[in-house]
């Protein structure tokens, strides 16, 4: 049952895409980056509930409750969410998933009450997924077998709606021929080799060790201290500060490039590169510093600028320029 399903850009942060659970409508944020579909649900305080449309079991004649099922995640950015654990029919698009575990949030984190979505669809592998005592298969590895190919891709252009594409791709919306990385699924993430940049047209190596994600859930480009540091010099009045990267709006940002596995290189024009004004006439960057650690993480700014195949046949990421 290949189908698509539209996403509407939130605030510049995230897409949303509507999403039907037991027959309720949501609107859900898919996420790349991890591995578990979870929604507001209405053991939720009042307090948390405000804004947001929920999921209540009670009128899903399809629940059912898997006793004594919880489940606990935590995000990199520092948000998390948690609760109790059932099954239920979720349809995304035209693709149906029967007995799909979806994951009732008794408790959000704050950013999760203020942000736009009703819950999260993880798409990255199954074996990050939260559940105990009985790990749980995301919404795609329950309908893949069900695809005409076992992928699914994203379409997410910058401040218009986008799409998830789910058992095809769908060749209007992209341009030329895609790419592909090997992916390692090890960690849970579409995860690939990312051992070479550029600013501009300056290429830079970095350690072989070094790799990155393809993560829908995550709003910018966040990479190594390395890569942030020699891109930022390059803009005239950048400055490091407690919120990360700013620099003048007036500023001319030079494009930054990366492999992607052994791929030709991805680049995100100069244009993509400046998120939002900060305050007054300074501005925010799209690439920031991920932290520690050597993996970069490619969230939606890359898919500003790329159609992203999540294909589990080998499994490998692609991408072509939208
Ligand atoms: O947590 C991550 C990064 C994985 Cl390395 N992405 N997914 C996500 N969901 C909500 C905030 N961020």
């Known amino acids: 049952q290949d189908s698509s399903a539209t996403a509407v850009p939130y605030q510049g942060a995230e897409y949303l895409v509507s999403t039907t659970v037991g027959g309720q409508k949501l609107n859900l944020d898919f996420d790349t980056g991890s591995a578990d579909l979870w929604v507001f649900s209405s053991s939720l305080s009042t307090a948390s509930k405000q804004g947001h449309n929920v999921y209540t079991a009670s009128k899903s004649s399809t629940y059912k409750s898997l006793s004594g099922y919880t489940w606990s995640i935590q995000y990199a950015d520092g948000s998390g969410a948690s609760g109790t654990v059932g099954t239920d029919t979720v349809t995304i698009g035209g693709t149906t998933v029967k007995n799909q575990a979806v994951e009732l949030a008794t408790k959000v984190s704050s950013s999760f009450v203020s942000d736009g979505s009703d819950g999260l669809v993880g798409l990255s592998f ?167 650690g050597s993996q970069h993480i490619y969230g939606d700014v890359f898919f500003n600028a790329y159609y992203g195949i999540f294909d589990a046949s080998q499994p490998r990421f692609g991408f072509a320029a939208i």
């Not at 992928?151 to 791709?169: S, V």
């Not at 060790?209 to 390395?226: F, H, K, N, P, R």
Request: aromatic fraction near 14%.
């Open 126 to 292: 199954s074996n990050i997924n939260t559940v105990q005592p009985v790990q749980q298969k995301t919404f795609f590895d329950n309908a893949k077998s069900s695809l005409a190919s076992p992928l699914f891709a994203a379409y997410l252009p910058l401040n218009a709606n986008g799409a998830y594409d789910f058992g095809y791709l769908d060749t209007t919306k992209y341009s030329g021929t895609p790419v592909y990385a090997a992916v390692s699924s090890a960690g849970g993430f579409w995860e690939f080799p990312s051992t070479s940049y550029k600013v501009g047209s300056t290429v830079h190596s970095t350690s072989s060790s070094v790799t990155g994600i393809a993560d829908t859930g995550t709003t910018l480009i966040l990479m190594t201290d390395a890569v942030v540091s020699a891109y930022y010099a390059q803009v005239s009045g950048a400055k490091n500060t407690a919120d990360g990267y700013t620099f003048p709006c007036s500023a001319t940002l030079p494009s930054l490039s990366f492999r992607i596995g052994s791929t030709s290189y991805a680049t995100i024009p100069g244009k993509l590169l400046n998120f939002q004004v900060y305050s007054g006439s300074t501005c925010y960057g799209s690439l920031q510093s991920v932290g520690g």
